[in-house]
Nanobody, 118 residues
């Protein structure tokens, strides 16, 4: 019943921007920490960012800090990732992932492809 549906991925040039969205359903969205995880070709999953259930705390990996911004709209049950100053190394499939009370990433969306290339 839990569903996470990402959208917004695209092909962009270095230095460009994208805004990813994740539409959530099937659970009480405002009770959960939500995260973004990405996976580049040939590499394992990499945690990118997370946001507390009420949106009052956020965290970022060193690779994206200062360039990406995570946010959420609990009324719309939607998670966002604003990505600025994109670099080729940001190329990956980006997943919206729920984090449960046991710090497990228990539900993943289908992913959306972000490609940064000239």
């Amino acid at each position: 019943e839990v569903q996470l549906v990402e959208s917004g991925g695209d092909l962009v040039q270095p230095g460009g921007s994208l805004r990813l969205s994740c539409a959530a359903s099937g659970f009480t969205f405002n009770n959960y920490v939500m995260t973004w995880v990405r996976q580049a070709p040939g590499k394992g999953p990499e945690w990118v960012s997370g946001i507390a259930s009420g949106g009052d705390y956020t965290g970022y990996s060193d690779s994206v800090k200062g360039r990406f911004s995570i946010s959420r709209d609990n009324a719309k049950k939607t998670l966002y990732l604003q990505m600025n100053t994109l670099k080729p190394e940001d190329t990956a499939v980006y997943y919206c992932v729920r984090r449960n009370a046991y710090y497990q990433f228990d539900y993943w969306g289908q992913g959306t492809q972000v490609t940064v290339s000239a």
